[in-house]
């Protein structure tokens, strides 16, 4: 469904946000999912350390004072919680200086020292009446976190009649998996950890599922060889960078890696899925695969579900192919703009 459809009620400058994120359908809104879950955890005034991320219920006792120098406002004023009286401050918020005297707020910032935070948020909302976890979803400047939560909250309650559940009902009990509604619901607006993980671990399944089934359906087609254009490499340079590791490979990665090159070199679609445990040596394979991809004149990515790990793999390829003149780059989320860009635009050239 377009996310424009009058049965959902968006507003057009509701509709303007989605679309800065790339969003126009109900099933984009569905599977843009948090990349992370804040949850409220309260602690007693005097366990707060400096830089801790605070939640708190204070009354105002002082008024606001706004001041404003370039493009940057700032506020600030004083609340009593927990008998002791902080002082507030919170940038680019130019409505907080219409705060009221004993007006009870709930708070999120950071604890400065010297019973100073800095606020983040805040809201009239009793603290008893917070959800205990929050999801955190990636969004452009301009566009706050509330305001997209609010949207995914009334898409939800539209559409809790309308999502197809696409997993077939043996395979849901087999594997003790959830409705798909559920797993939305429990995605986009949890009330535990347990309920994100049970979402997480059936949209996983029901993402793989709906892979592997469009894969069979192209391998069991009649009439439809997906076919391409083999990968033309040196077979011998391949084997100067196996020789070049420190180590020796194993009987089953070599095997495995020429399936592998096997397959790049031919006509036919490879479709592979490379399993093993954990320290069995899958990286140097897939390493291995890029680099007969770089000897074909074609760039490769090999994808990581953490900053960490990203690193790690870079490490790894970088030690392998970087002997032989292949550059490679670590692109992750916590990279300043300008270093992504500079990234990109090299591997694009």
Known sequence: MDLSDKKLKLTPKRLEVLHQLGLHTTDDLLMYYPYRYETITTTAFVDWKIK????????????PRSWRKGRLVTTTFQVRSQEQILTVTIFNRPWAKSLNLNQILTIQGVYQGNSKVTAISYDTKPLAEHAAITP?????????????????????????????????????????????????????????????????????????????????????TDGIRIEKKPKVFSSKKIQQAIQSLRFEMTADQRDTLEKILNDMGSTHTMYRLLQGDVGCGKT???TLA??????????????????????????????????????????YSALTPSKKKEILEDVSS
């Open 52 to 63: 801790d991320k605070v939640w708190f219920e204070g009354e105002v006792v002082q008024l």
């Open 136 to 220: 955190i979803y990636s969004i452009k400047e301009g566009i706050r976190q509330k305001t997209l939560q609010l949207i995914i909250h009334s898409v939800l309650n539209h559409l809790q009649n309308e999502i197809l559940d696409d997993i077939p009902d043996e395979f849901r009990q087999a594997y003790r998996l959830l409705p798909l509604k559920l797993a939305y619901r429990y995605i986009h607006i949890p009330t535990s950890m347990n309920e994100v993980q049970a979402a997480v671990r059936t949209l996983k399944y029901a993402e793989f599922l709906r892979f592997f089934t469009a894969i069979q359906l192209m391998r069991n």
């Open 284 to 286: 140097v394979v897939a």
């Open 290 to 331: 890029l680099y007969a991809a770089y000897l074909s004149g074609y760039q490769g990515a090999m994808l990581a579900p953490t900053e960490i790990l990203a690193r790690q793999h870079y490490q790894s390829v970088n030690d392998v192919l970087a002997p032989f003149g292949v550059k490679t780059e670590v692109l």
